[in-house]
């Protein structure tokens, strides 16, 4: 299958699975990607790591061949699709790790912007390339790009094409960090920084930073206040406050 879903430990594992063609997203594999988000949203996964079979690509984007017979409408579709999946990611409601093990090239960056967190390989190349194929990106790249790396990099990016290194990567804030050694392995690891903590908790930081990146600082201000305010009434809040009295461990448990 070119999409696999597993289970590691605590955590679901999302494998590109289609080496021989650098993992590239025919509609059939977006498709199975959105399927799987499903499953994950309906288990007790803890954070969700996504990476590429073999050793050369995590995704080297949109399949190409595929998209040369397409009318526009057909065109329309397509974005609207990887769009869609795409942000069922975004708002997943557990965190996602992309570890991209190699080329990350158009929907294959897009697919790890719209990811929680980015780690990268040494060996890892990231870019939006579309502009040397006549395209711009359609899966969310114009949008998510620049809310991580800033508009100036972003759009030197999208207008050169150019290909950025992991180093680069790392530089500009495109990926948290570089990794060595089994990408999912080094995915787990990461998330294992967090996913010790209250899941519903985890889920209003996420809620209120992203929510904030679209509204305006007094707005984003209340959604913050609102959210605070949910997380302080869990029963997780008065586990962890209670524990750093008595100075023990917080058991949190997810409520
Ligand atoms: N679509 C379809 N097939 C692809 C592909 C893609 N995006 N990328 C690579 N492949 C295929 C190649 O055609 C080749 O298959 P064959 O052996 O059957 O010819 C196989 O994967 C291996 O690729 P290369 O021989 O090209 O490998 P390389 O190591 O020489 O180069 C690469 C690697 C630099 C990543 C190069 O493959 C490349 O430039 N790929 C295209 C990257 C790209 O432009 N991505 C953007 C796509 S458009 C998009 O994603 C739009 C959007 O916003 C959604």
């Known amino acids: 299958m070119a999409v696999e879903l597993g289970t590691r430990d605590e955590f679901a594992v999302l494998t590109l699975n289609r080496p021989e063609a650098l993992n590239a997203l025919s509609f059939k594999i977006i498709e199975d990607i959105g399927r799987a988000i499903d499953e994950v949203a309906k288990s007790k996964a803890r954070a969700l790591i996504i990476t590429g079979a073999g050793t050369k690509a995590f995704c080297a984007g949109a399949d190409i061949k595929e998209l040369r017979n397409r009318d526009l409408s ?39 912007l719209a990811s929680t967190f980015r780690l990268a390989t ?3 190349k990231v870019g939006l ?13 114009t949008q998510r790009l620049p809310r991580v790396v800033g508009e100036a990099r972003a759009l030197e990016m999208i207008m050169t094409g150019r290909t950025v290194t992991a180093e680069e990567a790392e530089r500009i804030g495109l990926v948290n960090r570089i990794v060595d050694g089994d ?14 903590f209250s899941l519903p908790v985890l889920g209003f930081a996420r809620s209120a930073v992203k929510r904030a990146l679209d509204v305006p600082v007094p707005e984003g201000l209340k959604i913050e206040a609102d959210l605070s305010t949910l997380a302080f009434q869990t ?7 209670a524990a750093f009295e008595e100075k023990r461990r917080a058991s949190f448990v997810d409520g």
């Open 74 to 112: 057909a065109q329309k579709r397509g974005a609207e699709l990887g769009q869609a999946v795409f942000s069922k990611l975004d708002t997943l409601s557990v965190a996602s790790v992309a570890v991209i093990n190699g080329y990350a090239f158009g929907g294959g960056l897009e697919l790890a």
């Open 122 to 124: 040494k060996n890892a």
């Open 129 to 141: 390339p579309e502009i040397k194929l006549g395209l711009i990106p359609g899966y969310g790249g």
């Open 183 to 196: 990408p999912v392995e080094a995915g787990m690891a990461f998330a294992r920084e967090f996913t010790g």
């Open 235 to 241: 029963k997780d809040a008065a586990e962890g406050t």
